[in-house]
Nanobody
Framework: VQLVESGGGWVQAGGSLRLSCAAS????????MGWFRQAPGKEREFVAT????????YYADSVKGRFTISRDNAKDTVYLQMNSLKPEDTAVYYC???????????????????WGQGTQVTVSS
């Protein structure tokens, strides 16, 4: 599956952004989806994940209550709504996909087989 992220940009602290990830090439509903991020000099870290049907979600503690992951299988798209953004949310955000129905609370990047190119999110104080 091919993944293309969009929606990144610059925002002041406290603001909001909505990231989108459009999938193509395979049946989107077969994939568990996730969002990860990577700040300069840091490892890629888990942000959120959503099950194939959208009924189950998990979030990193750092974004819980501020970010919401969702998906529209009719549009082959997964979203990440980011509210109350903080400067520490600044990073390149990546969409990822993995086959199979299993979902758990803190997946690793190596658990996902397909990745988008990333979209930059910059939050200024």
């Amino acid at each position: 599956v091919q993944l293309v992220e969009s929606g990144g940009g610059w925002v002041q602290a406290g603001g909001s952004l909505r990231l989108s990830c459009a999938a193509s090439g395979r049946t989107f509903s077969m994939y568990t989806m996730g969002w990860f991020r990577q700040a300069p000099g840091k490892e890629r870290e888990f942000v959120a994940t959503i099950s194939r049907g959208g009924s189950n979600t998990y979030y990193a503690d750092s974004v819980k209550g501020r970010f919401t992951i969702s998906r529209d299988n009719a549009k082959d798209t997964v979203y990440l709504q980011m509210n109350s953004l903080k400067p520490e949310d600044t990073a390149v955000y990546y969409c990822a996909a993995r086959t199979g129905s299993s979902i758990w609370d803190v997946p690793r990047p190596s658990d996902f087989s397909s990745w988008g190119q990333g979209t930059q999110v910059t939050v200024s104080s």
